[in-house]
């Protein structure tokens, strides 16, 4: 449950959610992600009003106007790494942008994981893969819930370095975490406790 909360990511920023478990963190990502709507206000994303769009417009904007980073990565098994990463583009567009996705997987330092299954990575790596794939279709936004939750903190950091450099290349970056030491990485810290947000 969310109370009154006001939130404006700019182009390039990179804004911090720090608040318990159970806070209202990741019901405010799910409402701007457009996964649940909100009962009353307006969430507006790179001119888009998601609460006027119909359901088949809010599929195809969860589809290219965000990008979803997830405590658990949420890799298809049986997938490659570089499937994993296309598997948005396919069912956005149908044409799979090949070029693309490897260079994304080149430039999270992962040049070796276009071919391997996910089994075959460390935790770091497929939830770099998981970032890669947040952004095949150029969203403006990339939401990261808990992102580091699940692995060890080298591993985390390298993560938190890459979401850091998403937003250093021009997107809205939004962290929930629960994390201070992950948070002092962002532009702004913002704190969510009882569905308020706060400074």
Sequence with gaps: MLDGAELDVAPGEMVALLGRSGSG???LL???GGID???AGTVEVAG???ER???RELTRFRATGVGFVFQFFHLIPEL???ENVLLPARLAHGAPPRRAARGLL???GLDGAARRLPHTMSGGEQQRVAIARALVNEPP???ADEPTGNLDPASGATVLEALRAVASGGRAVLLATHDREAAALADRVLTVEDGRLGP
């Design 141 to 143: 936004l990339v939401l």
């Design 25 to 27: 963190k990741s019901t």
């Design 48 to 50: 888009q009003a998601l």
């Design 37 to 39: 709507r909100p009962d």
């Design 106 to 108: 080149e430039g999270l």
């Design 80 to 82: 490659t790494g570089e």
């Design 30 to 32: 799910n409402v701007i």
């Design 53 to 55: 769009l119909s359901e």
